[in-house]
C-alpha cells in the first residue's frame, strides 16, 4: 500500500463547477500537507499548505485536512479552463534534522469552456 | 519562472552511462531537493541538502548520488544507467530545510536512457 493515496483521474468538468480533489494516506507522521499544481512540461507549483486539521481558504481554493481520517482535499470554485492541470498533494514528516515529502499520483484535471 | 534553472534541459544516453544533472537553486535558497518523476512512479523525493549536507533521503538508488556546492548549486550523478532511469528529474529549492518551506521547482532536465 503506497503511503499517499490519489486518484488519477482524468476528471472532466464544464466551466464554473465547483471541483473536489482529494488524497488518503497511512502514515501519522505526516505534519504538513500541500497542494501543488503542475501544468503540462512544467515544474509542479505550490498552491496551498497546511498544518492542522480543518480548512484553509485562499481565493477560489480551499484546502482541507482531517487528520483523524487521514484524508486531505482540495476545492475548487468557480473552475476556469486554466484551471486544467494536474493537482498533486503532498506530505512531509521529519524533524529539524530533514523532513521527507511523499507526493501523490496527481490528478489530471480538464475545465471545459 | 520560479528562479530554479536546471541543465540541461534534455538528456538522451545509453544504458550503462553516467550522466550529470546541475541545479541552480532561486538566490538566497540554502535548501535543495531532488526529485524523479515518472508515469508508473509518480513523483518520489530523491534527496534533500541544506547549505552543503545531507538532511533527507527518499528512494534514492545506490547508482545515484548528489551533493551540493560551497555555492550551493547541486548535482545529482546518476551512473550505471538502466532503461527504467528514464525520467524527469527536478530540483526545487527553499529558503530553509523545515517541513513547511515552500519548494520552488525548476522545469526538469527530461531524462531518456536507450
Known amino acids: 500500500q503506497k503511503e499517499v493515496e490519489q486518484d488519477p483521474g482524468p476528471l472532466s468538468v464544464p466551466e464554473g463547477a465547483i471541483v473536489s480533489l482529494n488524497c488518503t494516506y497511512s502514515?501519522?507522521?505526516?505534519?504538513?500537507f500541500m497542494w501543488y499544481r503542475q501544468y503540462s512540461r512544467k515544474g509542479p507549483e505550490l498552491l496551498m499548505y497546511?498544518?492542522?486539521?480543518g480548512n484553509k481558504e485562499d481565493g477560489r481554493f480551499t484546502a482541507q485536512v482531517d487528520k483523524s481520517s487521514k484524508y486531505i482535499s482540495l476545492f475548487i470554485r468557480d473552475s476556469q479552463p486554466s484551471d486544467s492541470a494536474t493537482y498533486l498533494c503532498?506530505?512531509?514528516?521529519?524533524?529539524?534534522?530533514?523532513?521527507?515529502?511523499?507526493f501523490g499520483a496527481g490528478t489530471r484535471l480538464f475545465v471545459k469552456a | 519562472d520560479s528562479g530554479v534553472t536546471q541543465t540541461p534541459k534534455h538528456l538522451i544516453t545509453a544504458t550503462g552511462q553516467r550522466v550529470t544533472l546541475r541545479c541552480s537553486p532561486r538566490?538566497?535558497?540554502?535548501?535543495v531537493y531532488w526529485y524523479q518523476q515518472s508515469l508508473d512512479q509518480g513523483l518520489q523525493f530523491l534527496i534533500q541538502?541544506?547549505?552543503?549536507?545531507?538532511?533527507a533521503k527518499g528512494n534514492i538508488l545506490e547508482r545515484f548520488s548528489a551533493q551540493q556546492f560551497p555555492d550551493l548549486h547541486s548535482e545529482l550523478n546518476l551512473s550505471s544507467l538502466e532503461l527504467g532511469d528514464s525520467a524527469l528529474y527536478f530540483c526545487?529549492?527553499?529558503?530553509?530545510?523545515?517541513?513547511?518551506?515552500?519548494?520552488?521547482f525548476g522545469p526538469g532536465t527530461r531524462l531518456l536512457v536507450l
Open positions: 526545487a529549492s527553499s529558503v530553509a530545510a523545515g517541513g513547511m518551506e515552500t519548494q520552488y
Open positions: 502514515n501519522s507522521a505526516f505534519q504538513y
Open positions: 497546511t498544518y492542522s486539521s
Open positions: 503532498a506530505m512531509s514528516e521529519g524533524n529539524t534534522g530533514g523532513f521527507k515529502t511523499i
Open positions: 538566490s538566497g535558497d540554502l535548501s
Open positions: 541538502y541544506y547549505n552543503g549536507e545531507e538532511r
